[in-house]
T-cell receptor, first 115, second 112 residues
Framework: GAVVSQHPSRVICKSGTSVKIECRSL??????MFWYRQFPKQSLMLMAT?????????EQGVEKDKFLINHASLTLSTLTVTSAHPEDSSFYIC???????????FGPGTRLLVL | DAKTTQPPSMDCAEGRAANLPCNHS???????VYWYRQIHSQGPQYIIH???NNETNEMASLIITEDRKSSTLILPHATLRDTAVYYC?????????????FGTGTRLTIIP
């Protein structure tokens, strides 16, 4: 199957700082990538759809000025958590579409801890 | 997207077939059934998908009832590494509308 990577795998930061998470499609090009967030013992929640060369589409309730998404190339999307607070601590997962429509391949996730 | 119903948890003995059910009684004619699984602290892994016919790949088999209102994912010879949360998702598969909505899934535990 298609391979999606994320970097870093885990990050600890101080409250008020910004954190950038990278999502890469390694063996295919992806015009669309997705960013999810997962809190402990909960399911994945879609945050935004990242489109190469255009603005991201955010889900209801997700602050676009806090979670900045850039999809500058066909293999890279970045999520920047600006002015992070402890409540932003979560597991952030990206995905990209490869092959038949609807088939998303997920990255390994990034665990963010804000102190 | 149609809503799915899955049992919250299941156990299966190692080496036996694991049969995970999913109800999707409101599925539309153009909606596919997708299965993903999530092993603890990892991103979800695509398993299989189907529309009407039964499907099989190297990981699993997908059996869809004739009325398409339910389906079963079959792991033929479960191993300890198959312990995970399994998600059944139904959705239209077309370009420009690929969002996935995850429910609570089934937590499958493989017993040694």
């Amino acid at each position: 199957g298609a391979v999606v990577s994320q970097h870093p795998s885990r990050v600890i930061c101080k409250s008020g700082t910004s954190v950038k998470i990278e999502c890469r499609s390694l063996d295919f090009q992806a015009t669309t990538m997705f960013w999810y967030r997962q809190f402990p013992k909960q399911s994945l929640m879609l945050m935004a759809t990242s489109n190469e060369g255009s603005k991201a589409t955010y889900e209801q309730g997700v602050e676009k000025d806090k979670f900045l998404i850039n999809h500058a190339s066909l293999t890279l999307s970045t999520l920047t958590v600006t002015s992070a607070h402890p409540e932003d601590s979560s597991f952030y997962i990206c995905s990209a579409i490869a092959g038949p429509p609807g088939t998303q391949y997920f990255g390994p996730g990034t665990r963010l801890l804000v102190l | 997207d149609a809503k799915t119903t899955q049992p919250p948890s299941m156990d299966c003995a190692e080496g036996r077939a694991a049969n995970l059910p999913c109800n999707h009684s409101t599925i539309s004619g153009n909606e596919y059934v997708y299965w993903y699984r999530q092993i603890h602290s990892q991103g979800p892994q695509y398993i299989i998908h189907g529309l009407k016919n039964n499907e099989t790949n190297e990981m699993a088999s997908l059996i869809i009832t004739e009325d398409r209102k339910s389906s079963t994912l079959i792991l033929p010879h479960a191993t300890l590494r198959d312990t995970a949360v399994y998600y059944c998702i139904v959705r239209v598969a077309d370009f420009g509308n690929e969002k996935l909505t995850f429910g609570t899934g089934t937590r499958l535990t493989i017993i040694p």
